[in-house]
């Protein structure tokens, strides 16, 4: 039987540049003639459709007359989780046994981070626990203040976690559950992605060599750029 094909994931704060850097990493390993495919999470699953509902703020439930709610936290959560292992499934273990290199914008690590915001920690880890570690984790790292101004060029309206205190809330437990993931033994590279779109490229791409490469990377050091702060 055909082996595993590897498994990357591009994390980073909304507006960081996740999206970029994953069709450029897809285009850059194609032109080496790998098999490679894209996916995201959200999806474009059932599950997802509904998320987006949410985060666009056009999911609400009528408590009263006139008083509407949205989703609570817990059930978004679950949401995350849900539409996770949909794409885990049918989407990301289907590929990757036929010998596909997959790689998600987004995965586990973007509910950890987000979705602790509001609620424990060790339950959302709990929640997600069975879903495949990726083989290599990218964090594009960019302050919150650059994030929220990229998000303002390219959006005409902003989403749910797109506020300046949030953003910068959000980075702040990504480095800390970083930190967490790579001490429990997870390939985690952070990446400054406060530099020129071609510079983060070509760090993800080194990053993804040694991955590929027999050796694969080897130690905390080699894997990790800690950020100034
Ligand atoms: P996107 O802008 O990359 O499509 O992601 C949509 C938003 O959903 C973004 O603000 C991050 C958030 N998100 C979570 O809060 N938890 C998750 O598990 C995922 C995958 C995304």
New binding site residues.
């Given amino acids: 039987m055909q082996r595993r094909a590897k498994f990357f994931v591009i994390e980073g704060?909304?507006g960081s540049g996740?999206?970029t850097q994953a069709e450029r990493l897809k285009n850059w390993l194609d032109k080496r003639g790998y098999e490679v495919s894209l996916t995201?999470?959200?999806t474009d699953g059932p599950v997802g459709a509904l998320?987006?509902l949410h985060?666009a703020r056009r999911l609400f439930f009528e408590k009263a007359k006139d008083s509407f709610a949205p989703l609570d936290d817990y059930t978004?959560?679950l949401l995350?989780?849900a539409?996770?292992m949909d794409h885990l499934n049918n989407v990301i273990l289907p590929r990757l046994d036929s010998g596909i290199i997959v790689i998600s914008?987004?995965?586990?690590l973007?509910?950890l981070?987000?979705?602790s915001l509001k609620l424990d920690l060790g339950w959302i880890k709990q929640m997600n626990s069975n879903c495949m570690r990726p083989d290599l984790t990218l964090f594009i790292d960019v302050p919150a203040q650059i994030s929220k101004k990229r998000i303002e060029r390219q959006r005409w309206h902003v989403?749910?976690?797109?506020d300046i205190e949030i953003l910068e809330r959000?980075q702040q437990s990504y480095l800390k559950i970083i930190r967490e993931l790579l001490l429990e033994g997870e390939k985690i590279k952070i990446i400054n992605g406060n530099q020129p779109v071609q510079k983060v490229h070509s760090e993800v791409t080194n990053a993804i060599k040694k991955a590929l490469s027999k050796t694969g990377v080897r130690s905390l050091e080699q894997l990790t750029y800690l950020p100034d702060s």
């Avoid at 989403?159 to 797109?162: D, K, Q």
């Fill in positions: 704060l909304d996740v999206t995201k999470e959200p998320i987006r985060l978004l959560a995350f989780a539409d996770r914008d987004r995965y586990y973007s509910s981070a987000y979705q989403e749910l976690y797109e959000v």
